[in-house]
């Protein structure tokens, strides 16, 4: 009785805890958007930095869960240094999106002016096949900005978004959205009720979808050696429209106001009968490209710290399924 009774105080207090950091989140983008009119943008990074330096360290056990879940992953990464270095950065990266999109909508014009965008070529290629095209991004690097120029930049595309509803933080992502949208940046879709009918019925009209993979979720892939949950939408997506994949990715350059992003070459799956192992094997291969895009630069991805919680969930499915194996089989 009294474990249970100790669940639902913790329980209680760490609900009480989200709420108050989504409300904080909406309070420092609200005094974000005027901070950025008089502060150059290096300065204002660098309040991002701070603040997530500060995060990393007020967060219970931030410190070694990040350390523990990079080590596991990367092992060839000897030096603890530059381990804890990647852990803090991926709290920091977190925060950085926020300020992505007070920092564009101030600078947009230079921005948009100096922007290099490669491989166009390679969305060139998806577009002939006349099925639209699936632009896959992970949260590496600047992919708020990416998704905020594409559509100035040429790449009209729209966007697939997760709902708020699911989301630790739903105020601050219904006000980021609205602030996406009043930048004009292109059509969103919430992910949820037939958010895949509508993506495919967008694809058939030859248009473009561009959305993250690196999100949690039932398909069991292998990420960094060890089973992954991840979600399968782009997978279902690509296997009932038959659309190509083009991985798109943008780092960060010491330059806040630099936009270098290139899109890679399509994806290359073939559909057969069985469509359940045609969706992992699309998810398997946008995963092993998104890990090699990661350990190009791992102090620049956000989802260090759910890593583990993917780990999790695929061992949780993996067990429910054995479970539910007809015996003898």
Sequence with gaps: MRVMVMKKIKHKVARQLLKAIDIFFVCSFLLLRMVVRVLPASAVYDIASALGYALYYLIPGARERLFNIVSEAMPELTDSKHIKRIGRSSIIEMYKPMFDLAVYARHRDRMLRDAVLEGLDNLDQADAFGKGVIIQSAHIGGWALAILAARPLGVQATLIAVNPDVLFTPRFARAAYKFVDSLDCGDLIL???????????????????????????????????????????????????????????????????????????????????????????????????????????????????????????????????????????
């Design 191 to 329: 992910t949820g009720r037939d958010s895949v009918g509508q993506s495919v019925e967008l694809l058939k009209q030859g248009k473009r979808l561009i959305l993250a993979a690196d999100v949690i979720g039932k398909e069991i892939v292998d990420m960094f050696g060890r089973p992954a949950a991840m979600a399968n939408g782009i997978g279902r997506i690509a296997c009932d429209s038959g659309a190509p994949v083009v991985p798109f990715c943008i780092f960060r350059e010491k330059d806040p106001l630099k936009l270098s992003a290139w899109f890679r070459e399509p994806i290359e799956y073939k559909p057969s009968d069985d469509r359940a192992s045609d969706v992992n094997a699309v998810m398997q291969a946008i995963t092993r490209g998104v890990e090699s895009e990661i350990r190009r630069a791992p102090e620049q991805w956000t989802q260090w710290g759910a890593l583990g919680r993917w780990w999790k969930k695929a061992e949780e499915l993996k067990g429910e399924q054995s479970a539910a194996k007809p015996k003898g089989d």
